[in-house]
């Protein structure tokens, strides 16, 4: 299966996915990007060009909260965690994601005959 780029993907979905990337543990940009990879087995590839901009948007909207520490290889990075904004907004944004997959669900399920 072809990997979905960033380009792809809905507008605002980057986001979602980073905060609960992060939600599930402080993670730094490249850690981000292969979980993102990871869970969605390979179909979701998010590129450095996408991704870093996002984080620093995040940031600056007050969901994220970063810190500098030593990366898995030893090198410093910045290390992402979610803020109590940034919990409460990946709430709203599960619920949102949520009632929208469940539309396209029901519409992608309709057949020509089907009465609605």
């Known amino acids: 299966m072809t ?3 960033k380009a ?3 507008q605002g979905t980057l986001d979602m996915l980073i ?3 992060v939600a599930l543990g ?3 940009g490249y850690g981000i990007s292969q979980r ?3 869970i969605s087995k390979d179909v979701l590839n998010v590129q450095q060009g996408s991704l870093y901009p996002a984080l620093h948007r995040l940031e600056k909207r007050g969901w994220l ?3 500098w520490g030593d ?3 030893g090198r410093q990075a910045k290390f992402y965690r979610l803020s109590r904004e940034g919990r409460k907004q990946l709430s709203r944004e599960e619920a949102t994601w949520s009632r929208l997959a469940e539309a396209v669900t029901l519409i992608l399920g309709t057949t020509a005959n089907q009465e609605v």
């Open 8 to 10: 792809d993907l809905l």
């Open 26 to 28: 402080p993670e730094h």
């Open 19 to 21: 905060l609960k990337i």
């Open 36 to 38: 993102i990879r990871q």
């Open 3 to 5: 990997p979905i780029q």
């Open 71 to 73: 990366s898995e290889n």
């Open 65 to 67: 909260v970063a810190n």
